[in-house]
């Protein structure tokens, strides 16, 4: 019945579902430790730079096997794939549970990592292989806001709802756990690999060694690699610490989840509004360098805000932050010496590298910490870095 119903056109868009279902949980269990860093803190004994390592934990284990995924998904194929990683997102959210020190909390952490690049790369490729021309367009602006929904969950009601109900974080993380692996279940049983994708994979096999090379000497990719570094930096770091950071400024649990779940949603909004409205520009490097601009202002308001105007500052930080790393795929993508035939290795090359950044955010904060006893010096380098970033977008070819 289900092989008859992959046939049908309108079965692309259970598809898209499902994937929106699947980010949504990756989202939801990435974001589920930050609102709870203070609880687990003190009962573990962890110093900030310790807890900086562990939330770190994951883009460093992505960093280590993107590459080898990538392949393993072609090999066997996206269905299975993309449910062995949920399957991995809620190992990792089980593990957590039953973590007593800091190596235990980190190995459970890195797991997540070990499910990520699945995600990450298997979604962006099944959209592709079950839909085409304008639909493409869409379908990924829709499926990829399960992220940003999956993160504000998190991050606004694990403190405020979650772990009441659950009455421990330890139970907390479990119930995370229990729904990623239901997620992963309803994926596998409704998920379809499109008949397209073997001729899919067979392109990709013949030629991914040699335009991997020609990413790596392309300068413009560069560029837009080490702007998305930063990004990635910056990002990690922020969702990482905000909750503790609104804490430490007198705020409650609640409060500091709520708020720090704000700049999430604006970001869904800004990655929608902006990427349209670029597409209709003959340029997207101005928008680029606004975005830029007012994100590392908005960074340093935010460390140095409080009440209302706070409020104000996480919207529209949200909002440009979070238009920023999809604007610059997007610019990857329309380059003229990349295009669709290189855009696999660009894109790898381009996560790989800013996964780095992404472990390192995280850990930069807590270090910091630790040595000063404030955040504000993190906000002031992550200003100050994403200001930096205007020079390689200026010089920047686009070349469309």
Known sequence: MFDEMSTKPTYRWVILGLGWLVYFSFGMVSSSLPPLVST?????????SQFGAVLGAWPLTYIAVAYVEG???????????????????SLSAFLRSLAWDYVTLFIAVAVFGLGGPMVSIGLPKSIAVWFSGRERGTATGIYITGLAVGSSFALAVTSSLVSHLAGSWRNTFLAYSIGAVLVAGLWYVLGRDSPDIADTNEAVNRTSKDVFREALRNRNVWLVVIVGFAGFMT????????????????MTSVEAGVLASV??????????????????????????????????????????????????????????????????????????????????????????????????????????????????????????????????????????
């Not at 998904?73 to 399957?87: H, N, P």
């Not at 529209?316 to 329309?334: E, I, Q, R």
């Open 71 to 89: 392949m393993l998904i072609d090999r066997f194929g996206i269905r299975k794939s993309v449910a062995l990683a949920g399957l991995l997102l």
């Open 263 to 400: 700049p999430m949603l604006a970001g869904m909004l800004g990655s929608i509004c902006i990427n349209r409205v670029s597409a209709q520009l003959t340029s997207r490097k101005p928008v680029l360098l606004a975005l830029l601009a007012t994100t590392g202002v908005g960074i340093l308001l935010m460390g140095t805000s409080s009440g209302p105007v706070l409020w104000a500052i996480a919207i529209v930080y949200g909002f440009c932050s979070g238009a920023l790393l999809p604007l610059l795929m997007l610019v990857l993508m329309d380059m003229r010496d990349v295009g669709k035939e290189h855009m696999a290795a660009a894109g790898g090359l381009y996560f790989t590298v800013g996964e780095i950044g992404g472990f390192g955010g995280p850990s930069i904060m807590g270090y910091i910490n630790d040595r000063t006893g404030s955040f504000l010096p993190s906000f002031v380098v992550f200003s100050i870095l994403t200001e930096m970033m205007l020079i390689p977008t200026f010089i920047l070819e686009e070349r469309r």
């Open 40 to 48: 687990i803190r003190e009962e573990l004994d962890l110093t900030f």
């Open 235 to 250: 990002n990690h770091g922020l969702r990482s610490w905000l909750p503790t950071v609104f804490e430490l400024q007198s």
